[in-house]
């Protein structure tokens, strides 16, 4: 059985820092493109940052240079790593896995507030 559990969320001040993990199984990790993504009420979820199967990775512009995501293959594992966050940052973070097929976990809430 396919299965992406996110964690690692929660209540943060802004200028705090968060990592999400995303534990994946039933599938051999190292063969997919992995992806975080963020939603809002009311809006679209959006990217935020892939890495590939070739360690090559992406970032949105709004997050670069203050998020970080990795990978670990060996234990079936993917991280973001949030520093700098602001309110604006304030989603459900989704980890996504992608390659013939698609897989998306359920999502951890992240909130950034004061």
């Known amino acids: 059985q396919v299965q992406l559990v996110e964690s690692g969320g929660g209540l943060v001040q802004p200028g705090g820092s968060l990592r999400l993990s995303c534990a994946a199984s039933?599938?051999?990790?190292?063969?997919?493109?992995m992806s975080w993504y963020r939603q809002t009420p009311g809006k679209e979820r959006e990217l935020v940052a892939s890495?590939?199967?070739?360690?090559?990775?992406y970032y949105a512009d709004s997050v670069k240079g203050r998020f970080t995501i990795s990978r670990d293959n060996g234990k079936n594992m993917v991280y973001l790593q949030m520093n700098g966050l602001k309110p604006e940052d304030t989603a459900v973070y989704f980890c996504?896995?992608?390659?013939?097929?698609?897989?998306w976990g359920q999502g951890t809430q992240v909130t950034v507030s004061s």
């Open positions: 039933g599938f051999t990790l190292r063969n997919y493109h």
């Open positions: 996504k896995a992608t390659a013939i097929q698609t897989y």
């Open positions: 890495i590939f199967t070739t360690n090559g990775d």
